[in-house]
């Protein structure tokens, strides 16, 4: 009996135990529940703006001259004049003369061809009397049933006449290259130039190709402009193909900027294999003034065609190299999308959309990881200050109407 009721005391404890144990869960307090708002991703934005633009194509170069020359002496001789104008850095109208070389040999020279020349005439006045007289003497033989133009040709003395008619042709070709020498004592500018380089001065003595003075072409001067085959395609180009327009030039000496305006008058044809990059040549003309001088380094900007309808958007707002996202209103909640568009020109942090974009769309600027199409956000505008920072212009524009 007691182990029967020692079984039925644990029985009873284990109920009583289960009751305690249902009735603590049954009364146990319940916190209320509240749903949890959601929130959402901050994203900024900005609005696309449409614009006509030309983009300013960046390059750099050098100021040259159209025309650089070397002056040598083509005949010997002493210098025995030397023009005030013949200094470094001075400007020479064209064909002054610079240098005065001793003519007294080429006088000689000239008198005695002019001797020869006539020394040759008259050997040739007597091979036609002679001729004469052979004819002469040809017609006299009544027994002769031929005329004098078919006798032989020693008999008319043709070869003898040939033989002095080129002997005055030489001595007169001999005269001209005396008198021509003298005038080469005479070295000049070949147009109007400024002298860079002179190598001679009085009193020294001149060999044939011995050089005397380096000059280049006083104006116009000329910038040669490289422009990667990429942006050729941005350029105006003419009938040939070829491009053409203005180009920008600026140069900084020392706290003073320097500004021009040049055309592009050509290009060199042929694209350059390490750079792939094709030079245009640009003119500055005289009008511009004398701060532009040969050997002066420019930036230059060249301008290219019009588009219509682009948008400038910041580099950020790429998903990847085509792609932007949108943000569009759905039912009172802003959602992301992405959108594929088509890129026209990048500079800097700026890339310039030609099409893909409408007037007022507002594009998302800040990155979304794990981008879900539709993805709801909460969309922020930059303001006027925050969006002219996230973008640098580098076009020449009109606002489209």
């Not at 050997?295 to 085509?322: H, M, R």
């Not at 700026?350 to 007022?360: A, I, Q």
Request: proline share 5%; hydrophobic share 40%; aromatic share 6%.
């Amino acid at each position: 009996m007691k182990k029967l009721f020692k079984i039925l005391i644990g029985i009873g404890v284990l109920v009583a135990g289960f009751a305690i144990s249902g009735l603590l869960w049954v009364t146990r307090p319940v916190p209320e529940k509240t749903e949890q708002a959601k929130s959402l991703m901050v994203v900024d934005f900005i609005e696309t703006n449409l614009k006509t633009v030309s983009f300013e194509i960046p390059s750099q170069g050098i100021v040259e001259a159209h025309r650089r020359s070397q002056l040598a002496a083509e005949v010997p001789g002493k210098i025995v004049y030397v023009d005030p104008l013949f200094e470094v850095g001075q400007a020479v109208p064209a064909n002054h003369t610079l240098i005065r070389l001793d003519d007294t040999d080429f006088d000689a020279a000239i008198a005695q061809a002019e001797a020869t020349l006539a020394d040759t005439e008259s050997a040739l006045k007597i091979e036609e009397a002679r001729r004469d007289q052979a004819q002469r003497d040809w017609e006299r033989d009544s027994g002769r049933n031929r005329e004098f133009d078919e006798a032989p040709p020693l008999v008319q003395r043709l070869p003898q006449l040939k033989s002095a008619l080129a002997h005055v042709e030489s001595a007169k070709k001999s005269v001209e290259k005396a008198i021509q020498d003298k005038t080469r004592t005479d070295i000049k500018a070949p147009y109007d130039s400024i002298i860079a380089v002179k190598y001679t001065e009085l009193g020294s003595y001149l060999a044939p190709g011995v050089m005397v003075a380096e000059v280049f072409e006083s104006g116009p001067y000329e910038v040669r402009l490289p422009v990667s085959v990429d942006e050729l395609t941005h350029l105006e180009l003419d009938k040939a193909g070829d491009p053409t327009g203005f180009a920008k030039l600026s140069a900084t000496v020392g706290s003073k900027v320097l500004n021009w305006e040049a055309e592009i008058i050509r290009n060199e044809g042929e694209i350059d294999r390490q750079t792939r990059s094709l030079y245009l040549v640009a003119r500055i003309e005289n009008s511009f003034g004398t701060e532009a001088r040969p050997g002066l380094f420019v930036s230059a900007s060249v301008t290219g065609k019009p588009y219509d309808s682009v948008a400038a958007i910041p580099f950020e707002a790429f998903t990847n190299l085509n792609q932007v996202l949108v943000i569009k209103e759905e039912d009172g909640q802003d959602k992301l999308y992405p959108r594929d568009v088509e890129v026209l020109y990048r500079d800097s942090n700026t890339v310039y959309v030609g099409s893909g974009l409408n007037e007022g769309d507002r594009v998302c600027i800040t990155e979304v990881p794990d981008l879900i199409s539709g993805l709801p956000v909460d969309a922020r505008p930059l303001t006027a200050e925050e969006a002219s920072e996230e973008l640098t212009d580098n076009t020449t524009s009109t606002s489209k109407p």
